[in-house]
Structure formats: structure tokens, C-alpha cells
């Protein structure tokens, strides 16, 4: 996926799942945590491998090669030998955070790791059914990667009307990990020379390539004091999220307008997934004056939850001018008003700020939003090729807009925002060698960058930033087997 689920995404859509932190002014502070996906990239189903990410991932209309089925099904027809692929993803994230007034809070958190992107086989039924021809593919995709983690300090002074002090000092660590994927069959038919549509059915199911599940482990540390009174909490909470399950389909359409014109339609349906969810709350706090006190706690939350994750339309359009040159271009529309994660009492929460969507004065109506991916690649054709090509090089490179879900709401404020969209942007490139018209091996570079984005994470400090900063390195390899049509 895009700057990908691991894209990611993002799915995701989903680059993690993180609390919000709601700090509050009193000299024992409470922790209100709810869930949100996040992933390095927009949480917007995009697809695999390292050709399409060097070009920014602008590749619904063209979905020529392996990882079809990820990008739009209906270009399986487009190939003519059976293929093998595997995709690798290395994904590096880092987050600035600061806030005004507030300079224990400037930090840098750091995230990266290695994963199995993509793994598919396509077979190309050798005799066409109905005179038409059919492929058919069998593919596992990680969506989403919810790798995160972040260390942070708030500290707080204030005085009260009485003229009493209080002094606050918070240490939060959070940990994350785990992620996403489904075992996918797809079929792509010709309906017409051309004219073609295609299938995927996405089974989010736990496999030997990749467990679905995700954990996350959030520590508290608190010192207050309140006039001469001492209060000290630690808390620890691990929260984990194992079995996901669930079902949907992304159903593709690909028309050859011309010679050097594709146009180009995906669409990823809406699912409920179902995971086993299980808390557990640890801590103590302790009490010093009037009267000395230790107060432990501990808590234990077993529930099957739901979590609900919205639809998307893609649109595409290729230019080829000749056999050198591909320029293509992606938009794709998603509406987050129905992410959700709904507990086991029926309660709905919102993914992306943690308010209750089933509290219509609560609930922020957030705005669709859209990514804009433009890419090109060329093929150095020798001017006079021999009756073989050994090597054969192509150059890639591509721009992007991408937005994720915001509330935009102030960051001291508990009523609903105007869901403004947070915005990021991003360059690609990429480089592909083709060994005696048999072994097909890519590489792909992609950053992202996002300035004040993120605000529904953390609320409480004033003035709260983060910046983000997103590498991606996808490594891929395609290899083509002799029979066919």
C-alpha cells in the first residue's frame, strides 16, 4: 500500500493502533485511552510491490504485472505466462513531537522493521472459457502495519484560588506491535478485447505468513503534589487484539480506450472483522500525608469486539506513448464516518478520535478523504535490440497527496472538530532489471512527510505539534515460467 499498509494502508487503514491521552489538571491524573489505526501510509487500500511504489504507487490502470490482484484484479488478464512474486517492505517512521510552553515534551520517537509485503501465483487458464480469456491468482497481502511506539513527559504547575501549588510530573511509554493480512483468491475475465473486470475475495484470516493480531502496552508514571500532599501511580495496561477475522471483497474494471490509453475503477467493499480482545491494568498508587496509604489495582477485561472498516473507490487513468514511456495517474476516495471499534456492550467508538459515534452530540462528521498519486516509468529499450534482451532497465519516479482522517478539533477541547482531513506529501523512485525475459527484480524508495498532523492522539498539552516522517524501501522479484497461453 501507499506508503504502505504495511501501506499503511492503512490502511490500513491499518500504519498502529494509539491512545489518546486526555492529561488532566488534578494531582492524580486519569488516562482515557481509545484506539486508532495509523499506518505509514494514508489508511487507504492500496496495493504491493516495488514497480508500483516507485511510481507513487499511480497503478490501477496499469496492473500489469503480479501483483494485480492487489491493484485492480481485472489486469490479470493482462498477462500471458504464469508468475510467481514475493514482495519485502522495510518501513521507517519518525515523530516530533512539541508543545508550547511545555519543552519536556519536544521529543523524536522512532519506529521501523522489516515485513512480508506480498507473496502470489498467477495461472493464466491456457484455453479461454467462452472465448474469453481467464486468470486466476492466489495471493497473501499485508494491509496494515501497526507498528508504533513513543516515550513522552508532561509536566504541570498551577495555582489554585485557595493559593494552594500543584505540581504535576507524567512519564507515558507506549508500545506497540503487530498488524494485519489476508489470504486472497482473485479472478480476472475478459469480458471483450478491450474490456475486462476482476475480483478479489480478501479473507482476513491469521496465517503461517503473518498472525492477525496487534498488542500494545501502555505504562504511567505520575508524581503530584498538591500543597504538601504526595501522590505517586504507576499503572501498567497491555491490552491484546488477537484472532481478527473478516471478509470483503475489491472488484476492478479495466478499459483499453485505445492503443496508449487505460482508464481504470477499483472498488474495496466495507467489512466488520471480529477480534478477541483481552485487558489487563496493573498499578499502585500511593498516598503520602494526612495519612500514609498503598492502594494496588488491578483489572481484567475479557470481550469479542467489532471493528468496522469503511469502503473505498479508486479511479485511474495510463498514458502510454510508447513502449519506452508509461505515465499514469490514481485518485481514490474514502469515507471514515463508519470507523469504528464497537466493545462488547455495544458501544461504538470512533477509530480515528475515540468518541462515541452511536452519541450523535458527540460524534465528529469527519470529511472524505482523497489521495492524488501521479507516476511514470521508462523502459530503456536499446534503439536496435537484439533478437534477446539479457538486461533490460526501467527508471521510475512519481509524486503524491495524501490525507488521513482528523477531527481537527483544538487540542483543550472535548467537542466534536470540523473534520478537516490532515494532510501529507511524498515523492517516489524507483529502478527495475529484467534478466533474459525470465526474472523481473525491483526496487523502490518512498518518503512522506506530514506537519501538524496526528493532533487526536495526544490532547491535553497546549499547542501540541508532531511532525511526521515516513521512509519506505520495498525490495520485489517476479519470476515468469515458460508455459502459457
Known amino acids: 500500500m501507499s506508503l ?236 491484546k487484539f488477537d484472532d481478527f477475522e473478516g471478509e470483503n471483497v475489491t472488484l476492478g474494471l479495466l478499459w483499453n480506450v485505445t492503443d496508449r490509453w487505460n482508464l481504470a475503477m477499483r472498488y474495496d467493499s466495507a467489512f466488520t472483522g471480529t477480534v478477541d480482545y483481552e485487558s489487563k491494568t496493573t498499578g499502585v498508587r500511593f498516598n503520602l500525608h494526612p495519612a500514609n496509604f498503598l492502594s494496588p489495582t488491578a483489572q481484567t477485561l475479557r470481550e469479542q469486539r467489532e471493528v468496522r472498516f469503511p469502503d473505498s473507490l479508486s479511479i485511474g487513468a495510463a498514458y502510454r506513448r510508447n513502449d519506452r514511456l508509461t505515465v499514469a495517474m490514481d485518485i481514490t476516495r474514502t469515507d471514515w464516518n463508519d470507523f469504528y471499534m464497537k466493545d462488547g456492550v455495544g458501544r461504538k467508538f470512533s477509530l480515528v478520535d475515540g468518541s462515541r459515534i452511536d452519541i450523535p452530540g458527540e460524534r465528529t462528521h469527519l470529511k472524505p478523504t482523497y489521495s492524488v498519486r501521479l507516476g511514470s516509468e521508462y523502459v530503456m529499450i536499446p534503439k536496435n535490440p537484439d533478437d534477446r534482451l539479457d538486461r533490460l532497465w526501467s527508471i521510475r519516479g512519481g509524486l503524491f497527496y495524501e490525507e488521513e482522517p482528523a477531527t481537527n478539533k483544538s487540542s483543550r477541547s472535548a467537542r466534536p472538530g470540523n473534520g478537516k482531513p490532515d494532510r501529507f506529501f511524498g515523492f517516489a523512485a524507483g529502478l527495475g532489471l529484467l534478466v533474459k525475459q525470465r526474472v523481473n527484480i525491483d526496487f523502490a524508495y518512498q518518503f512522506r512527510y506530514g506537519h501538524g498532523v496526528d493532533k487526536d492522539f495526544l490532547r491535553g498539552p497546549k499547542g501540541f505539534e508532531n511532525e511526521l516522517l515516513q521512509h519506505r524501501f520495498v525490495l520485489s522479484s517476479v519470476v515468469y515460467f515458460k508455459t502459457g497461453r
Request: net charge positive; hydrophobic share 40%; proline share 5%.
Open 4 to 239: 504502505q499498509n504495511k501501506k499503511l494502508g492503512v490502511l490500513c487503514f491499518i500504519r498502529a493502533v494509539c491512545p489518546i491521552l486526555m492529561l488532566t489538571v488534578f494531582a492524580a491524573p486519569s488516562l482515557a485511552q481509545f484506539s486508532k489505526f495509523t499506518i505509514s501510509g494514508a489508511p487507504t487500500p492500496v496495493g504491493s510491490g516495488a514497480r508500483a511504489a516507485g511510481m507513487a504507487n499511480a497503478f490501477v490502470a496499469i496492473a500489469d504485472d503480479a501483483t494485480a490482484a492487489s491493484w485492480n484484479p481485472a489486469g490479470l488478464v493482462q498477462l500471458e505466462l504464469p508468475e510467481f512474486s514475493i514482495v519485502g517492505a522495510y518501513n521507517a517512521s519518525t515523530d516530533r513531537f512539541t508543545a508550547n510552553y511545555h519543552p519536556e515534551f519536544d521529543s523524536h520517537h522512532r519506529e521501523d522493521g522489516l515485513e512480508l509485503n506480498f507473496l502470489s501465483f498467477i495461472y493464466p487458464l491456457p484455453r479461454p472459457l467462452w472465448g474469453r480469456n481467464v486468470s486466476l491468482s492466489l495471493n497473501y497481502q499485508r494491509k496494515f502495519d501497526f507498528g508504533k511506539n513513543f516515550n513522552i513527559d508532561y509536566d504541570l504547575a498551577a495555582v489554585l484560588s485557595s493559593g494552594t501549588i500543584i505540581n504535576q510530573f507524567l512519564n507515558m511509554k507506549f508500545t506497540q506491535k503487530g498488524g494485519l493480512g489476508a489470504i486472497s483468491p482473485a479472478i480476472g475475465i475478459e469480458l471483450t478485447k478491450t474490456l475486462s473486470v476482476g475480483v478479489t475475495l480478501n479473507l482476513w484470516r491469521s496465517s503461517p505468513l503473518g498472525e492477525n493480531d496487534w498488542s500494545q502496552t501502555t505504562r504511567l508514571r505520575t508524581t503530584a503534589f498538591l500543597g504538601s500532599r504526595l501522590t505517586n501511580l504507576a499503572q501498567t495496561t497491555r491490552e
